[in-house]
């Protein structure tokens, strides 16, 4: 039933990718395992990542097994298809139990895919990271291969002020999404807020190359308020997305990228 649900759920994205013109370019897919465990720690810069993602490794690795927001359950005829495919869902209050479904899926050989940063920052810059990926690769030794995604937020940005409405989606057709799959990691014996900070480091390092490519990068003189402000964009900077990002106290605190 759940490869069923899924294997229609990705017909209906092929479609849907196909109708907007979306260009899906992966890199690294051969830095994912394609069988037994895997986690996948991706950044997070649009609501449907998990769609780019799992559209980069349809040939290499179909089910994916992604966490996402617990109240994308409570949409109407979502949840239940969502449950099929057997994602997690994701209390950022109360995240014991999602900690322990995807224990279990990687013990089953599994891949899953979660995104630390536990939201989208409105600077496009790698937020705050929740350690867990880290105590997970550590806990059951699945490799960590690390995630890089841009491009999304042009299709479906985030908001810039907490009170406002969530912005629709963009549906202008020819967009361009890159998704890079980086050398698999072993965490070992680390400490995961130690291990989680080091890969802040490098999270951001690999975004920020993705943001440099001309394909990606603002025209002259174009308002680009999805492309972050310490590049010459007019996101929100750091400081200011504070307030809209709002993260657990759990979470590793970035030392990476623009500090301001």
Not at 163 to 172: F, I, N
């Amino acid at each position: 039933m759940s490869d069923l649900t899924y294997r229609a759920v990705i017909a209906a994205g092929r479609v849907a990718l196909r109708a907007l013109d979306v260009g899906v370019r992966a890199g690294g897919v051969e830095h994912v395992p394609e069988d037994g465990p895997a986690l996948l720690v991706a950044n997070h810069v649009s609501f449907p990542d998990f769609l780019f993602i799992g559209r980069a490794l349809l040939d290499r690795r179909p089910f994916v097994r992604f966490m996402c927001r617990h109240d994308i359950w409570d949409v109407k005829g979502v949840g239940r298809a969502m449950t099929a495919m057997r994602h997690i869902p994701v209390d950022r209050t109360a995240p014991a139990a999602a900690y322990l479904t995807a224990r279990r899926l990687l013990a089953d050989g599994e891949a899953v895919c979660v995104f630390p940063e536990a939201g989208i920052s409105a600077a496009y810059v790698v937020r705050a990271l929740m350690p867990g990926a880290a105590a997970l690769a550590r806990e059951t030794g699945a490799p960590l291969v690390p995630v890089t995604i841009w491009g999304s937020q042009r299709i479906w940005a985030q908001k810039r002020d907490a009170a406002d409405v969530l912005p629709r989606p963009d549906l202008t057709r020819g967009r361009l999404v890159d998704v890079r799959f980086g050398e698999p990691a072993t965490v070992g014996d680390a400490d995961p807020v130690a291990w989680t900070r080091e890969h802040g480091h490098r999270m951001q390092r690999e975004l920020e190359a993705l943001q440099a490519l001309p394909e990606h990068r603002p025209r002259p003189g174009e308002l680009a308020p999805w492309y972050p402000a310490h590049l010459g964009g007019h996101a929100l900077d750091r400081a200011a997305s504070f307030t809209l990002d709002g993260s657990p106290r759990s979470a590793v605190a970035p030392e990476w990228g623009p500090l301001g």
